[in-house]
T-cell receptor
Framework: EAQVTQNPRYLITVTGKKLTVTCSQN?????MSWYRQDPGLGLRQIYY???????DKGDVPEGYKVSRKEKRNFPLILESPSPNQTSLYFC????????????FGPGTRLTVL | AQKVTQAQTEISVVEKEDVTLDCVYE???????LFWYKQPPSGELVFLIR??????QNEISGRYSWNFQKSTSSFNFTITASQVVDSAVYFC?????????FGTGTRLQVTL
């Protein structure tokens, strides 16, 4: 079954405590991306990766890091989380190089106190 | 830069009514793509349709239909004979090779 998985699904943490949200896909897709969803703002792209070892900033990259060492995984790293990073995070993946539909993970709800 | 405007923040209808969700987009690209996604109360994002800028044909899929008009930069979505299960947030989206740009969403509430 084609899947995009995210872990953890829910996380409450404190300001400054480094955390990683993992994203894994089993569809062998080259493209992966992270979005955050905030009330009234829709989804906004944080980072994306067109392939292994190729990453680039999206619209709201400040405070986040990513890496793409292997095709299936695209972790999102918050080195020093702050309360304004409290949000719902989605990982997405897409087949091919063009703007095809993206498949989204189930989401990770992060609360930073 | 691309931009999507969904002016309707929230719509409430009674089951079996038809409802149209409006979407206006802005882009400088001559080739672009448009999507609709659905986010039910359970939170996942569900792909509904993709359209490219060369194809202005309207599309119908069951109770769903989409009206794409380049002249007005609109890509409206109509649900015919709405059902309670249609209750969700609907996002209109533009896409490029690197990213999707989402509108702010329209929350549709269908009641009995």
């Amino acid at each position: 079954e084609a899947q995009v998985t995210q872990n953890p699904r829910y996380l409450i943490t404190v300001t400054g405590k480094k955390l990683t949200v993992t994203c894994s896909q089993n569809m062998n897709h080259e493209y992966m991306s992270w979005y955050r969803q905030d009330p009234g703002l829709g989804l906004r792209q944080i980072y994306y990766s067109m392939n292994v070892e190729v990453t680039d900033k999206g619209d709201v990259p400040e405070g986040y890091k990513v890496s793409r060492k292997e095709k299936r995984n695209f972790p999102l790293i918050l080195e020093s989380p702050s309360p304004n990073q409290t949000s719902l995070y989605f990982c997405a993946t897409r087949v091919g190089g063009g703007p095809n539909e993206q498949f989204f993970g189930p989401g990770t709800r992060l609360t930073v106190l | 830069a691309q931009k999507v405007t969904q002016a309707q923040t929230e719509i409430s209808v009674v089951e079996k009514e038809d409802v149209t969700l409006d979407c206006v987009y802005e882009t400088r690209d001559t080739t672009y793509y448009l999507f609709w996604y659905k986010q039910p109360p359970s939170g996942e994002l569900v792909f509904l349709i993709r359209r490219n800028s060369f194809d202005e044909q309207n599309e119908i899929s069951g109770r769903y239909s989409w009206n794409f008009q380049k002249s007005t930069s609109s890509f409206n979505f109509t649900i015919t004979a709405s059902q309670v299960v249609d209750s969700a947030v609907y996002f209109c989206v533009t896409g490029t090779a690197s990213k999707l740009t989402f509108g702010t969403g329209t929350r549709l509430q269908v009641t009995l």
